[in-house]
């Protein structure tokens, strides 16, 4: 074929935008494939990107490889049980694998391919085969490939979005969820199979077993490309941004008072009319579609997604809401409607917006207001749900607002996304679940500079302990440290190692998760048994520049005394006291760094001075007790300890999660 298919999707996806760098660099992940699918132990890997960072055309151009690098005919891709993502997938593959035979899982369910249509498209340039993680749709997809296993030949399944549906949820039981049991007989039906997770959420993933067939063999990250925007430029609240302390808000964060969020989520409050928040949102929203549209005329859809619950209820309430504040800034617009309220929103939004639009200073809030008014009377407000019969969502008008929850909450891209309205709360905050919502990350250089992100404090300080998370995660996956010292997976009251047990999977029940060479803080520290943790540390001496070996005993005590003045996202005894017993089980010795002295300011973002800094040990971990003066800007003479433990490089990574899983909300979609 001389590389004919290969071009081809290079074509189309240079066609559709893609730069030629990111399309190389697709090849070569695709190359990285070939060659790790020729070892036969290899008989599962993982391919880890970033949230909305090109994981489908990655996997497309993967398969255009495997074809005529590798020599693969067949290709099975799996999506998630979700109407809007499943279109897309499959619209996707159909339209930069041109060459190749692509089939609807429908077509195959509904007779309309037979057996012999398959065997033909695998002996010509290949054959995909599209269908949905549902188990009576893969039961039938298996009954189907049972007539075709022995011409198949070596199969490939891609299973997007791995870590979601596809793991046993029932291990701990002694028996095989629904989808994981079909998946399992789709493995087997095949004399050579090879299993490719794909998923920007690997947690559950890593953390199973061994010999699990869902354990990955081997991972291949994938960079993101140019113009992808990350946690880093939406969630990272800076070095000398204090977590507690909102007093100048960041760049793309706009604050939501909680007791806003609680009165939408009451279904007791009949909220007859929309709150502040959603009006200051969707004057934001129209006005930095006006702004960008008049700077930047290639610009002309722009959308805005509200997400603060999975509830039907709830929904229909926002629904209900948005459509109410919409309708209120359309008459004042366009019948000239006396309201203050509106009136002053949009003044404030557009010194928001214009104070951060590029190529767009000279443009008049009296153009941007005609600019609005020309576009409003068509915006949309959809509400997306999971329901039977529910549609995709629709970016034919200028503006669309998207009302919903699960279905818009993972893997659905969704087009030019300048206003996001998130302060979705569940049982506990997972690392994973509050990532995948993150519909804002993806490839939006060109409207960066018009996002901007509602929500409550609360929820800002998770999204930042998320995103530091992931961070370190990412990097301790691309060091391929996972493989040396694989994570480790701990109850975060008992310390007890735990197995998946849900279809979750793994319970990430907070943002706690520890990394090997990297160190860890409690950002606010409480006056509160100075005393007791002087009298501890007293024999351990200030002045030496080497960390003091100390009992594990020592260690735990010291972290049981300090005491914060609310629940922290980064910092939890019980994780801190596991991790320090773990590694003590491990072998590892426990050191300790002293400062009594310290005249640290109270909003700190770091706490180590710069020489601590400078301070390793490779045989175990080092917790730096802190103890401030009282002078330091912030503390009129109050004085705490304040811990830091940094876990040194060759430890196991660290991941926590409460014994007992806690749910999301219930309450269907």
């Not at 530091?468 to 310390?495: A, F, N």
């Not at 426990?590 to 490779?618: G, H, T």
Request: net charge negative; proline share 4%; hydrophobic share 35%.
């Amino acid at each position: 074929m001389n590389d004919e298919i290969i071009d081809s999707v290079k074509k189309n996806l240079e066609n559709s935008g893609v730069s030629k760098s990111e399309i190389e660099k697709m090849e070569d992940t695709g190359m990285k494939l070939v060659e790790k699918l020729g070892d036969p132990a290899n008989t599962s890997g993982l391919l880890y990107g970033r949230v909305q960072s090109g994981k489908t055309n990655n996997m497309i151009m993967s398969i255009a490889v495997l074809i005529e690098k590798g020599g693969f005919k067949f290709f099975i891709v799996l999506t998630s049980d979700n109407k809007s993502l499943y279109d897309q997938t499959l619209s996707r593959i159909r339209s930069y694998l041109r060459r190749v035979g692509v089939i609807d899982y429908w077509d195959i369910i509904h007779e309309n391919k037979s057996p012999e249509d398959v065997k033909q498209m695998i002996a010509h340039n290949g054959a995909v085969i599209v269908s949905t993680k549902n188990s009576k749709n893969l039961k039938k997809l298996n009954e189907f490939l049972n007539k075709i296993s022995n011409e198949a030949g070596r199969v490939v399944i891609f299973d997007d979005e791995a870590d979601f549906g596809s793991l046993n949820a029932k291990q701990n039981m002694k028996k095989e969820s629904a989808v994981y049991s079909q998946i399992e007989q789709l493995q087997s039906t095949f004399d050579e199979t090879r299993y490719i997770e794909v998923t920007a959420t690997p947690q559950a993933n890593l953390l199973q077993k061994p010999d699990s067939s869902r354990h990955p063999k081997f991972i291949i990250p994938i960079e993101p490309g140019e113009g992808y925007v990350s946690g880093s430029e939406l969630y990272n609240l800076g070095d000398d941004h204090n977590l507690g302390n909102y007093d100048v808000p960041e760049r793309h964060h706009r604050y939501i008072p909680d007791e806003e969020i609680g009165s939408m989520l009451d279904d007791n409050s009949a909220s007859p009319h929309p709150p502040e928040s959603i009006y200051h949102a969707l004057c934001v929203f129209f006005m930095g579609g006006a702004l960008k549209s008049l700077s930047s005329h290639d610009l002309n859809t722009f959308s805005m997604l509200v997400h603060i619950s999975a509830k039907k209820s709830t929904n229909r309430k926002l629904f209900s809401l948005v459509s109410q504040a919409k309708q209120d800034i359309s008459r004042f617009l366009l019948d000239g409607t006396q309201n203050d309220l509106i009136d002053r929103l949009m003044k404030e939004a557009y010194g928001d917006i214009i104070g951060t639009l590029e190529g767009g200073a000279n443009i008049s809030y009296d153009d941007a207001l005609k600019a609005i008014a020309d576009n409003i009377d068509q915006a949309s407000v959809e509400m997306i749900t999971s329901a039977k019969g529910s549609h995709n969502p629709d970016y034919s008008s200028f503006y669309n607002i998207l009302i919903g929850g699960n279905r818009l909450g993972r893997g659905l891209t969704v087009n030019n996304l300048t206003v996001f309205y998130y302060a979705r709360h569940t049982g506990g905050p997972k690392v994973d679940t509050i990532l995948q919502h993150s519909r804002v990350y993806g490839y939006r250089r060109k409207i960066l500079d018009i996002i901007r992100i509602f929500s409550t404090r609360k929820m800002f300080e998770i999204l930042h302990g998320v995103y530091q998370s992931d961070e370190e995660e990412w990097e301790y996956i691309k060091s391929e440290e996972y493989i040396r010292t694989p994570p480790v997976l701990l109850s975060l009251r008992s310390g007890r190692a735990l197995r998946p047990t849900r279809q979750a999977v793994i319970p990430m029940d907070s943002t706690v998760k520890y990394f090997p060479g990297k160190t860890y803080f409690m950002y606010e520290a409480k006056s509160s048994n100075i005393e007791k943790i002087d009298k501890l540390l007293s024999r351990i001496p200030e002045s030496s520049r080497e960390p003091v070996e100390v009992d594990l005993d020592t260690a735990l005590i010291a972290v049981e005394l300090v005491d914060t003045y609310r629940q922290e996202q980064r910092w939890s005894k019980d994780a801190v006291m596991n991790a320090l017993k773990n590694m003590n089980e491990r072998g590892m010795r426990i050191y300790m760094v002293v400062r009594r002295n310290s005249d640290l300011e109270k909003d700190y973002r770091a706490v180590l001075s710069a020489s601590d800094n400078q301070i390793r040990n490779p045989d175990g971990p080092i917790l730096f007790m802190y103890r401030t003066s009282g002078r330091g800007e912030g503390w009129n003479g109050e004085q705490a300890w304040i811990p830091v433990l940094r876990i040194p490089e060759g430890a196991n990574a660290y991941y926590f999660a409460e014994q007992k899983s806690v749910g999301e909300e219930s309450g269907e979609e």
